[in-house]
């Protein structure tokens, strides 16, 4: 059994095969999955699971080099927002909501929470540990 606090199969199996620049999002429940890319789709009930726990455990595992929000996080959902600036992620780009969708159809998964907090949505760019 794992030690590691990741235990979705799907998402250990997702960060494993991740290069360095793949992407990944983890979007609240309401992101639109783009066409042809696969949703890892955890949502059970509004805000179970929420989007801090699963950026948080995913972030135990994945090298971030950069990610991007929304513009409109920062005004619509401040407090998310701060909890977000407040892990010290690398590389940060913010761009308007429509820029994140559009970037959003390039990630080799998208993984949906429960999140039911406008914007709760973010894109992670893979790192090396080297």
Aim: net charge negative; hydrophobic share 50%.
């Amino acid at each position: 059994m794992k030690k590691t606090a990741l235990l979705n199969a799907a998402i250990s199996q997702l960060i494993a095969t991740m290069g360095h620049g793949d992407t990944l999002v983890i979007g609240d429940v309401g992101l639109p999955a783009p066409a042809g890319v696969p949703v890892i789709d955890l949502a059970v009930t509004r805000g179970v699971p929420d989007f801090m726990t699963v950026l948080q455990t995913v972030l135990s595992e994945l090298q971030v080099e950069f990610h991007v929000v929304a513009d409109e996080m920062q005004t619509v959902s401040p407090a998310l927002a701060a909890q977000v600036e407040a892990l010290g992620l690398a590389g940060r780009r913010s761009v308007p909501h429509e820029d994140f969708k559009r970037q959003s159809a390039r990630a080799k998964a998208l993984i949906r929470t429960g999140e039911c907090t406008p914007y709760a949505n973010i894109i992670l760019g893979s790192g090396v540990v080297f």
